[in-house]
């Protein structure tokens, strides 16, 4: 199925221009690999999504990066270490052992085959990071169905795929988002440097989270209208019965992983405040509707400008040594707001396009069946209500 985004429908969010591919991968260095395991109407659909940010041949260097936790009803490995990090991956709950045991694996055998030393390796430590959303009643969650082989798999998919597939693919596989197929999404904002230097804010989500009630697409009620007009969009048989609230969503139904990789030179404090913005982008979504107690909205920055690797060229002995400098660079602060409304319109449009992306449908565990976003009836929703300006 063709790539459908939220701008094929007749709303582009924010003012700034996309990248060519309006998506992470418009950032240099950055790889993403997803394997999905099952079809539509099995009782295990689920998949991984492994994100590299820079080539495997300099995976041990660092990024700069930085965290923001919404609610943290969630798990993400590493993030005490998250300022060291130079890999990251994406999948379902019950999957998250199998996927931090098979990175650790896959990082010592790129060290060994790019002829990088033990020593280097722990001088740029830096745990895995293992990002969840929870895919309780869509897939039997007591078939976790991923294996280390799928995860390697996801790895070598990485250094040849071209293209970020979203909804119910890779780790998005199995998700919801306001009770829509939802899943992986993703896209990109460029900003402007001096002359002619650009750089690119790529987002990358799993969205797992919402209410129908509370969707809004542009300031529309997008998922109001949608009750009124079809009904809940949930379909489950009477033996599978699963307590909904009356706006169509799951009563304890929640989470969304959101990362953010830049180009700019973007130092952690920075990254965390850029990583707060994407909350913004999520609310002109899910407007008060997240956040919710049982969610997990948890979003990770980083920024693969500078290369924090830098050894000591003076013996540090007893903890009293010498101070040296990093030298690094780093966007001035009165820069910020153009990198926070990138960070907030590339989220805003990663989530509505993993909606869009499932627009075909899911039917789960059980038999339980969720209609796609009837996107003909939303792009005409858009078109009457949406004001040019």
Not at 278 to 307: F, W
Request: glycine share 14%; charged share 20%.
């Amino acid at each position: 199925m063709a790539r459908m985004t939220i701008g094929d429908l007749g709303y582009t969010p924010g003012q700034l221009p996309s990248g060519p591919k309006n998506s992470i991968l418009d950032i240099k260095g950055v790889r993403v690999g997803q394997v999905t395991i099952g079809e539509d109407g099995d009782d295990v659909r689920k998949g991984v999504t492994i994100i590299l940010p820079r080539d495997p041949s300099e995976i041990h260097i660092p990024c700069y990066a930085g965290m923001h936790t919404l609610n943290g009803n969630g798990e993400v490995t590493g993030s005490y270490q998250v300022k060291d990090w130079g890999y990251t991956t994406l999948t379902n709950s019950c999957s998250l052992g199998i996927v931090f045991h098979t990175i650790w694996q896959w990082t010592l055998d790129q060290a060994r085959k790019n002829g990088t030393s033990l020593e280097t390796l722990s001088h740029n430590y830096g745990t895995p990071v293992v990002g969840e959303t929870a895919d309780w009643w869509l897939n039997d969650v007591y078939n976790t169905a991923l294996k280390e082989e799928n995860v390697q798999q996801a790895f070598a998919n990485a250094m040849t795929q071209t293209e970020i597939q979203e909804g119910q693919h890779g780790g998005g596989a199995g998700m919801t988002c306001h009770m829509f197929p939802g899943g992986t999404g993703t896209a990109s904002r460029v900003v402007k440097g001096h002359g002619e230097e650009r750089y690119t804010v790529g987002v990358i989500v799993q969205s797992n989270y919402g209410h129908t009630h509370d969707l809004q697409i542009g300031g529309v009620p997008v998922g109001k209208l949608v009750l009124k007009e079809f009904g809940s969009t949930v379909h489950q048989p009477e033996t599978t019965k699963v307590p909904f609230t009356s706006g169509g969503g799951k009563a304890d139904e929640g989470s969304i992983v959101i990362y953010l990789i830049t180009d700019a030179p973007v130092l952690p404090h920075q990254l965390v405040r850029i990583a707060r913005h994407c909350a913004v982008g999520l609310t002109q979504v899910g407007g008060h509707g997240v956040g919710r107690n049982h969610s997990g909205d948890i979003i990770l920055c980083l920024s693969t400008a500078n290369k924090p690797d830098e050894r000591v060229m003076t013996p540090q002995v007893t903890g009293v040594g010498i101070i040296e400098r990093n030298q690094i660079e780093i966007i001035k602060n009165e820069s910020m707001d153009t990198m926070f409304r990138a960070a907030s319109e590339a989220t805003e449009e990663a989530v509505l396009n993993s909606i869009v992306a499932g627009r075909a449908g899911r039917t789960g565990f059980g038999g339980i069946h969720l209609d796609g976003l009837p996107v003909d009836a939303v792009k005409e929703m858009l078109k009457k209500h949406l004001v040019d300006v």
